[in-house]
């Protein structure tokens, strides 16, 4: 970790460094990431049955996960239950809005828990993005040196992605700004 007194850098991916000149000790450093892994698939499971209302199977896979992300997991004690899920991760009316409906609160809390664990794991890596796209989550951000909020609203035209400009010169039709 390193950084400053305005902000701290905790790197999430080692450097793999290849010297390039032996005598100067110099190089250019390499950072593998993988594109699409068994965490991601997981959690992709998890919310699959949460949406099918399958919890027991859902709950199995949360705690795999946990299994493998939480350091000392006692798997005779450590268990993530149903009622910790709906008391830990509470429904917020109007948080999530996906263009298709949810059957009920606790369908809306396992939700919940999985885009956290997500949200977590996946940080500085762009996949939450599809959740913000996919859930219509509003985005909300607080930046202490101005001592601002600023925040992107749901339905903003600006969470779209723009046509390229060689699409466009093609005849194809921007995006709505």
């Given at each position: 970790m390193f950084g400053s007194s305005e902000g701290f850098n905790n790197p999430k991916f080692d450097?793999?460094?290849?010297?390039?000149?032996?005598?100067?000790?110099?190089?250019?450093?390499?950072?593998?990431?993988?594109?699409?892994?068994?965490?991601?698939?997981?959690?992709?499971?998890?919310?699959?049955?949460?949406?099918?209302?399958?919890?027991?199977?859902?709950?199995?896979?949360l705690n795999v996960f946990l299994s493998k992300k939480t350091e000392g997991y006692?798997?005779?004690t450590d268990i993530l239950t149903e009622?910790?899920?709906?008391?830990m991760f509470p429904v917020t009316p109007g948080e999530l809005t996906p263009f298709y409906t949810f059957k009920d609160d606790k369908q809306i809390s396992f939700i919940n828990a999985i885009l956290k664990f997500r949200q977590k794991e996946f940080y500085h890596e762009g996949v939450r993005w599809f959740d913000v796209r996919?859930?219509?989550?509003?985005?909300?951000?607080?930046?202490?040196?101005d001592d601002i909020d600023v925040e992107l609203p749901k339905d903003?035209?600006?969470?779209?992605?723009?046509?390229?400009?060689?699409?466009?010169?093609?005849?194809l039709t921007p995006n709505p700004r």
């Open positions: 450097e793999y460094f290849k010297v390039t000149n032996q005598s100067a000790g110099t190089g250019r450093g390499y950072t593998g990431l993988v594109l699409f892994g068994n965490d991601e698939a997981l959690l992709n499971r998890a919310e699959a049955y949460a949406m099918q209302e399958d919890y027991a199977n859902c709950l199995n896979d006692n798997s005779g009622d910790m899920v709906l008391n996919r859930f219509n989550i509003a985005i909300k951000r607080y930046y202490r040196k903003d035209l600006r969470r779209q992605l723009q046509v390229p400009e060689s699409a466009i010169n093609f005849g």
